[in-house]
């Protein structure tokens, strides 16, 4: 059963805390890519990954960090630096990096921090 | 920054009418596409029209792209109970961006 994982589905933390969100598809996808939504908006993006140990900040970058060590995984990490980490994330991968192929979705993790 | 613009924010409409959702754009784009996102969850692709395209079907989702005015419009005939979620245009600009841009999106909700 091919598809992209979240986990967890929810997650609490305190503030001051650095707290990794976990990604991992098996469609043998080469782009990843990770999006914040808050309440009634859009999706704006953090980071994306092209191919395995390389990539390349989203419009939202800071506070935020990323690895690519894996093809099939591509953690977030949100730092404690980030000064408003409650949000609903997403993972996304796509086929062939360089091209504007439809993107498949994970189930998010909504992030609370108190 | 965000190039979509869905109209309108809000949209309800009993089961069996048609509901229409617009999207506008300010840059050339290599192609548009449109998700669906129930509560809570991820988004579902649902269609890519390429710029070079002007219609596309599939099933009982109609979209619409016009570049010379910047804009689509995805059309749900015969709508039912469990269309009812949040529509997103995103698109994806010329010169070979793999990025999306996506919309704040039309909450749609259809009443039985």
């Known amino acids: 059963d091919g598809g992209i994982t979240q986990s967890p589905k929810y997650l609490f933390r305190k503030e001051g805390q650095n707290v990794t969100l976990s990604c991992e598809q098996n469609?043998?996808?080469?782009?990843m890519y990770w999006y914040r939504q808050d309440p009634g908006q859009g999706l704006r993006l953090i980071y994306y990954?092209?191919?395995?140990?390389?990539?390349q900040k989203g419009d939202i970058a800071e506070g935020y960090s990323v690895s690519r060590e894996k093809k099939e995984s591509f953690p977030l990490t949100v730092t404690s630096a980030q000064k408003n980490p409650t949000a609903f994330y997403l993972c996304?991968?796509?086929?062939?990096?360089?091209?504007?192929?439809?993107?498949?979705f994970g189930p998010g993790t909504r992030l609370t921090v108190t | 920054s965000q190039q979509g613009e869905e109209d309108p924010q809000a949209l309800s409409i009993q089961e069996g009418e048609n509901a229409t959702m617009n999207c506008s754009y300010k840059?050339?784009?290599?192609?548009l596409q449109w998700y669906r996102q129930n509560s809570g969850r991820g988004l579902v692709h649902l269609i890519l029209?390429?710029?070079?395209?002007r219609e596309k079907h599939s099933g009982r989702l109609r979209v619409t792209l016009d570049t010379s005015k910047k804009s689509s419009s995805l059309l749900i005939t015969a709508s039912r109970a469990a269309d009812t979620a949040s529509y997103f245009c995103?698109?994806?600009?010329?010169?070979?961006?793999?990025?999306?841009?996506f919309g704040k999106g039309t909450k749609l909700t259809v009443n039985p």
């Open positions: 840059t050339s784009i290599n192609n």
């Open positions: 995103a698109t994806a600009g010329g010169g070979g961006s793999e990025k999306l841009v």
């Open positions: 996304a991968s796509s086929r062939t990096p360089g091209h504007p192929y439809e993107q498949y």
């Open positions: 469609l043998n996808h080469d782009a």
């Open positions: 029209i390429r710029s070079n395209e």
């Open positions: 990954s092209q191919i395995v140990n390389d990539f």
